[in-house]
């Protein structure tokens, strides 16, 4: 294979500029051990900017959207729709054609394929772009396939991706698209996990949706998904949604709608031991990627595949622990009301002028009050100074306190200040 065309485990961890972030995680997840990425390649970006290149219509559309701000709706409308038209017009390079149809006779022509596509900016620590661009599945027959990789560059165009880029400070010329063709799995049930919950921002609590099918009933929200939440290998919660609906793909290709027999719309999608089953599986991927992820998984012939792993983007960040121990951080700004982010040179001078424990996270200063919460006399001096001039704080601590098992207690003489 060449640079137009890799498989996923030909693809480098250096190579985000090349396949974008979704082919890169793609690329990682298929090497690590135990587990299970549905087979696929990935028509790089190299292929989408030697379509365009010489295309002087295009360049000439993309510097006029360059102009342009979030406000400009419809312009960006306007010129976005020209643009598509005219990467959906374009032939697709012969070279690029050629590297498909080998791709596909090493995996399989007769097979059906999800064709997705994964843009340079995207999947990022700091801007997921999730749902910005298109994703076509149970498509069949190498045309069908082609015709579905020039949509996918046309939809580094829509309205939402355009603007989505504008607000976050991205070039439009600088932002390319590969595209991912991945075997098909037909689940019987599928979803997301967060190794992190979503709502709370609690990194010890996972959380799970999922229902029937498709996972795609879930995305567009035609359907309320099962919830399930889990800490430490335990379930803890369980919200079971009435699943009307599901998605299921056609052996002809394409997907249908159909509704959910009357008797298991009420039924849990996954089994308990299905849950705990793939909690360990985002555990595995938290660790190998380092930081909470948003996992799309799906469950087919009792095998869990997963077919997306990127990093929460919402998460508040949290002060490094060199352990697994539960901390309580009280914020310095708020106790000074300053609430905005400091530059580096202010956090730098306070952590130099201090002998208090403090940390660092979204560029604002926090101290470490866990041990001085955990010994009786210092939590009651504590609580005390904290309830004449913050009473909110020292509420939110009392709370804490009161859970009874967050703070392991220590003997008067072990606190530190």
């Not at 290149?53 to 701000?69: K, R």
């Not at 052996?251 to 849950?275: C, M, R």
């Not at 560029?363 to 001039?389: C, E, I, Y």
Request: with cysteine.
């Amino acid at each position: 294979m060449n640079s137009l065309v890799l498989s996923f485990q030909e693809i480098k961890d250096t190579q985000l500029s090349l396949v974008g972030g979704k082919a890169l995680n793609l690329g990682a997840l298929s090497k690590i051990q135990g587990i299970q990425v549905p087979d696929g390649f990935c028509v790089t970006a190299a292929g989408y900017q030697k379509a365009l290149e010489q295309n002087e219509t295009f360049q000439a559309l993309l510097n006029q959207l360059t102009m342009l701000t979030a406000d400009d709706r419809d312009q960006i409308g306007e010129i976005s729709e020209k643009i598509r038209q005219i990467i959906l017009e374009i032939k697709i390079p012969s070279d690029v054609v050629k590297a498909v149809i080998h791709s596909l006779s090493q995996f399989g022509e007769e097979h059906a394929y999800a064709v997705r596509s994964s843009a340079t900016a995207e999947d990022l620590p700091h801007a997921s772009f999730a749902g910005q661009h298109d994703t076509y599945l149970n498509i069949r027959g190498k045309e069908a396939i082609l015709q579905h990789i020039s949509k996918c560059w046309a939809s580094l165009f829509t309205n939402r991706a355009v603007t989505y880029r504008i607000k976050n400070g991205f070039d439009h010329s600088q932002v390319h698209v590969s595209v991912i063709v991945q075997r098909m799995v037909f689940p019987q049930a599928s979803g997301i996990l967060f190794t992190a919950d979503p709502i709370t921002s609690n990194r010890k609590l996972l959380s799970i949706d999922a229902g029937f099918g498709l996972g795609e009933a879930l995305v567009s929200g035609l359907v309320s998904a099962d919830c399930y939440k889990v800490k430490e290998g335990e379930i803890v919660d369980k919200k079971i949604a009435a699943k009307k609906v599901a998605i299921y793909g056609l052996k002809e290709g394409g997907t249908e709608t159909k509704e959910v027999h009357f008797d298991l719309q009420k039924t849990q999608a996954l089994t308990d031991f299905q849950i705990l089953q793939l909690e360990r599986v985002g555990r595995q991927l938290e660790a190998y990627f380092g930081c909470p992820q948003d996992i799309e998984w799906c469950l087919a012939d009792d095998t869990f595949y997963i077919v997306q792993s990127r990093p929460i983007t919402t998460l508040y960040p949290i002060p490094e622990a060199h352990d697994q121990e539960n901390r309580v951080y009280v914020s310095v700004g708020h106790q000074q009301m300053m609430t905005d982010a400091m530059k580096p040179l202010g956090l730098s001078f306070f952590l130099l002028t201090t002998n208090a424990p403090m940390r660092t996270a979204g560029g604002r200063l926090f101290v470490d009050v866990t041990s001085m919460l955990a010994s009786p006399d210092s939590r009651k001096m504590m609580l005390g100074a904290m309830g004449q001039h913050d009473p909110l704080m020292k509420d939110a601590l009392t709370s804490i306190i009161e859970g009874g098992d967050f703070i392991k207690p220590l003997p008067n003489d072990q606190s530190s200040g």
